[in-house]
């Protein structure tokens, strides 16, 4: 049978480009599977002109446990040409305060393999873009069942701060971003991943299928705050949260 090694995502910084082109850099809202693949050819330490042909048979979801908040970012660029220096804007997109729980569905010894590589990896793995590493633990394990159901499964991985505040918001429901069927009519990425060669980089296009799974059927979303002894009359932390970053980044 199948089963599903689960990531957390998380950091104070990820950026999960599709196409980053011209001066524009953006971001998706959630994990790409060319993202991810990329962090585990990194982790194995596979050269960049490798075949990407053993990520093929991966099945990919990610669950949207704690939704970015998109933030603009720009950097001079330079470029010398014999004696004159042209100098211009670029602008690079990421999302702050993300977690996501991604999973990758395959047979249980090739997840074996990956999970140890996250451990020990061989290149230092980043979340999208060099200057975002992961933060630990970023490996939850292997479950021993498919990728829908470890991702409606698995545990809330959301911050205590985020998921006071979706209480008050009354938010009921995670997204999920899955990789769809063969039967299914999903929408198009361009971001299946065919070679990462810096001569020659190429993706095609997978399926995808958003859905929503109920925050009522996901272990750890109910009741959490009480059993964690804090008042849900009056919390003074409240006031700081929504607002100041620097505050909460140093307690995920």
């Known amino acids: 049978g199948m089963s599903t090694l689960l990531l957390r995502l998380a950091a104070p910084m990820q950026s999960w480009g599709i196409s980053s082109k011209f001066d524009r850099r953006t971001t998706q809202m959630e994990p790409t599977r060319s993202g991810v693949i990329g962090m585990l050819a990194a982790a194995?330490?596979?050269p960049r002109e490798a075949s990407l042909d053993v990520f093929k048979t991966l099945k990919f979801g990610v669950r949207i446990d704690q939704p970015g908040i998109m933030k603009q970012d720009f950097h001079m660029a330079h470029r010398e040409n014999g004696s004159k220096?042209?100098?211009w804007v670029t602008y690079r997109y990421y999302l702050e305060d993300a977690v996501f729980l991604a999973g990758l569905e395959g047979t249980p010894e090739f997840l074996a393999k990956l999970e140890l590589a996250l451990r020990h990896p061989v290149y230092p793995l980043a979340l999208g873009r060099r200057s975002c590493p992961p933060a630990e633990p970023l490996t939850l394990g292997i479950r021993d069942e498919d990728l829908l159901t470890a991702l409606r499964q698995e545990i809330w991985q959301a911050s205590p701060w985020y998921q006071r505040k979706a209480r008050r918001?009354?938010?009921?429901?995670?997204?999920?971003?899955?990789?769809?069927?063969p039967d299914e009519n999903g929408y198009a990425v361009r971001d299946f991943p065919e070679s990462f060669s810096q001569k020659r980089r190429l993706y095609h296009f997978r399926n995808a299928v958003r859905e929503q799974v109920s925050l009522g059927q996901i272990v750890g979303s109910e009741n959490t705050e009480n059993e964690q002894g804090v008042s849900t009359e009056h919390d003074p932390?409240?006031?700081l949260e929504d607002d100041d970053v620097s505050i909460k980044s140093q307690d995920q």
């Open 44 to 46: 194995l330490g596979l």
């Open 85 to 87: 220096s042209t100098a």
């Open 169 to 181: 918001q009354h938010i009921s429901f995670l997204e999920i971003v899955r990789d769809a069927e």
């Open 237 to 239: 932390m409240e006031l």
